[in-house]
C-alpha cells in the first residue's frame, strides 16, 4: 500500500526509495501552483505549521512557509533569538509547548545533528527535519531529486558528482542516500580534509581531482563553502579553493550540453562556482527554489496524511 | 477495483455508447454549437469520458472540443476525517478557462461532494463563463445543492448498494453495474 507510513520525516536515510518516489510524485501538482494566477489551496485548512529554527535561514525557513500558506495552513515563525530558549527553557519543553498551543507539524533547524529526533520522540507533533548539524537536509535533498528528475526525466542510471566540503555538508549526506536508493552513480569530489571515511561503503565514488570526477556527469551539485573552514586551516586559501574546485566556464565546457548544474545556494559567487557559470544555460540553480516550495508542499501534505490510493468520495 | 456481488448490470458496452452519444449531441444542442467550449474529466473515470465526448462531438460537430484533466484531491472536504490521504495526481487544462464555458465531466453522481471540490478547484484556475455538469450515471443521495445538466442513465439505488463504472481504458470490462456493499 503507498504512503508515507512515519509521524516524521528526520532524514533520507530511512526513508525507502518508495517513499522518496511517493514524496517526487506529491511534488508534482503542487509545483502546478506557480503557473497560476491564485496561488492558494484549501487543503491544510486549518493546520498550523511552526517553524523553529535555532540557526539563521532564510531560503528554507521561507520555502516552509510559503509552501505552508499556499496550502492555506497557519505558519508560525520561531527562531532561537525571540523564544524562550534564551531564557533558560529546554529545548524540549519549548517543542511541548509550541505543540501544546496547537502546532500540527513542527519544522526544525538545529545546529546539533539528532535534535530534530529528540524532539520527534517527545512530540505527538509531525517533526520535519530542515537540517541538523552536519547529518542531513532531507528537503534541500529532496527538492534537489525533484529537480533532476524534472529537467532528466529520471534518477536511475545517472552519473551525479557533489562538489565541495563533503565532511561538514549535510547537503551532501542527504543527497547521497536519496541518489544512491534511486540507483544514482554518486560522485564525490573535494579537498582531502573535507572528505569524511567510509563513503566508498556506501557505495560512492571517492575522487579528489575534480576534472576527473566531472568526466561523464550528468550532473553537477556544488556545495557552498563555508568561508570560516579556512580559518581553521582545512583548506589553505579561498583561491586554491577556488582554482581546484570551482566550477567555471572552461570546466563547465567540458560538461555535457544536456548537462545538469545545481547548488543549493546562497553561492558564494567567485569561490566555489563563478558567476558565468551559475548563470549557464545548464544551470537550474533558480528553479531549485522553486521545486523547494513544491517538495515542501507535498510533505506538509503527506505527513498531516499518508498517501493512498482510494476513493472516499463518490 | 474491490467489487462485491453483482446485483444488476445497468449498461453494458453498446448502452454506454448510445448514453454517450446522447450526451454528446445535448452539449452541442443545449450550448448551440461547441465554439467556447472545453470538456473537463474529472479523475479517474471522468477523464476517458471527456475524451470519448470529445471524439463523438468531433463527429458530428467537426471540431476538436479540448479535454483537460481535473485532480481534486488537494479540495476534498474529507481530508481530516480520513487516516491516510490520498495519491495526487496532476491536474492539465490546457488553456486559461476565463470566458469559458467548462463542461465538468465524471462517472457517477452520488453525494455531490466530488463536484463541489471540482467547482472550487476550477474557480482557483480562472472565471468560466458557465460551469456544466454531465455524468454517466445519476444515482441520486445528494448531501449538496447540486444537479448535473446532462445525465447518461438515472440510477435509482439504496446507500446499502455501490454503482461501479467500469471502461475499458481503465477496467478489464466496459459495463456500468450495481453491487451490494460489503
Redesign the interface.
Known amino acids: 500500500m503507498?504512503?508515507l507510513h512515519r509521524k516524521d520525516l528526520l532524514g533520507l536515510k530511512d526513508l525507502t526509495a518508495e517513499e522518496i518516489t511517493?514524496i517526487l510524485?506529491?511534488a508534482?501538482?503542487?509545483r502546478?501552483i506557480f503557473a497560476?494566477?491564485?496561488r492558494?489551496?484549501?487543503?491544510l485548512r486549518?493546520k498550523t505549521v511552526v517553524t523553529l529554527f535555532f540557526e539563521p535561514s532564510t531560503r528554507t525557513r521561507t520555502s516552509f512557509e510559503v509552501a505552508a500558506k499556499w496550502?492555506s495552513a497557519d505558519a508560525i515563525n520561531i527562531t532561537v533569538a525571540t523564544s524562550s530558549v534564551v531564557k533558560g527553557e529546554s529545548f524540549v519543553d519549548t517543542a511541548k509547548t509550541i505543540e501544546a498551543v496547537g502546532a500540527d507539524v513542527i519544522i526544525i533547524r538545529h545546529a546539533m545533528a539528532g535534535a530534530p529526533a529528540l524532539l520527534a520522540k517527545s512530540v505527538k507533533a509531525a517533526v520535519i527535519n530542515a537540517g541538523d548539524g552536519a547529518h542531513e537536509h532531507p528537503t534541500q535533498a529532496l527538492l534537489d531529486l525533484y529537480s533532476i528528475r524534472r529537467h532528466k526525466g529520471r534518477i536511475a542510471g545517472l552519473n551525479v558528482t557533489i562538489v565541495g566540503d563533503i565532511l561538514h555538508s549535510r547537503v551532501a549526506k542527504s543527497n547521497i542516500w536519496g541518489l544512491t536508493k534511486l540507483g544514482a552513480h554518486v560522485t564525490v569530489v573535494g579537498p582531502p580534509t573535507l572528505m569524511p571515511p567510509g563513503l566508498e561503503e556506501l557505495g560512492v565514488r571517492v575522487c579528489y581531482n575534480l576534472d576527473e570526477a566531472l568526466e561523464g556527469a550528468d550532473v553537477v551539485n556544488v556545495l557552498r563553502i563555508q568561508l570560516e573552514r579556512q580559518k581553521k586551516g582545512l583548506f589553505p586559501s579561498i583561491k586554491e579553493y577556488s582554482r581546484l574546485y570551482g566550477i567555471n566556464k572552461a570546466r563547465l565546457d567540458r560538461l555535457a550540453p544536456d548537462a545538469l548544474l545545481m547548488h543549493p545556494g546562497p553561492a558564494n559567487l567567485g569561490v566555489e562556482i563563478t558567476e558565468e557559470a551559475a548563470e549557464d544555460p545548464r544551470s537550474v540553480i533558480v528553479d531549485q527554489v522553486s521545486n523547494g516550495v513544491a517538495v515542501r508542499m507535498a510533505l506538509l501534505?503527506?505527513l498531516?496524511?499518508?498517501?493512498?490510493?482510494?476513493?472516499?468520495?463518490? | 477495483m474491490v467489487m462485491g456481488e453483482i446485483k444488476a448490470l445497468v449498461l453494458d458496452e453498446d448502452g454506454i455508447r448510445r448514453a454517450l452519444y446522447r450526451l454528446s449531441h445535448e452539449i452541442a444542442e443545449r450550448n448551440k454549437g461547441v465554439e467556447n467550449l472545453i470538456l473537463v474529466g474529472i479523475r479517474t473515470r471522468g477523464v476517458p469520458l471527456a475524451r470519448r465526448l470529445a471524439e463523438m462531438i468531433r463527429q458530428h460537430e467537426n471540431i476538436e472540443v479540448p479535454v483537460g484533466v481535473l485532480d481534486i484531491t488537494f479540495y476534498r472536504d474529507d481530508l481530516s476525517l480520513i487516516a491516510s490521504q490520498p495519491v495526487v495526481h496532476k491536474t492539465e487544462i490546457p488553456m486559461n478557462i476565463t470566458g469559458k464555458t467548462i463542461v465538468l465531466v465524471d462517472d457517477v453522481l452520488f453525494t455531490g461532494r466530488t463536484v463541489r471540490a471540482a467547482l472550487d478547484a476550477l474557480m482557483d484556475l480562472g472565471r468560466p463563463k458557465m460551469i456544466q455538469l454531465a455524468v454517466l450515471a445519476d444515482r441520486g443521495h445528494r448531501e449538496l445543492p447540486i444537479r448535473a445538466d446532462y445525465v447518461g442513465k438515472n440510477i435509482p439505488t439504496s446507500l446499502r448498494e455501490v454503482v461501479h463504472v467500469q471502461l475499458r481504458e481503465t477496467d478489464p470490462e466496459e459495463r456500468v453495474v450495481i453491487v451490494e456493499r460489503e
Open positions: 503507498p504512503g511517493l510524485d506529491t508534482e501538482p503542487c502546478e497560476r494566477e491564485l492558494k489551496m484549501p487543503t486549518g496550502m501534505y503527506l498531516t496524511g499518508g498517501g493512498r490510493e482510494d476513493g472516499l468520495l463518490h
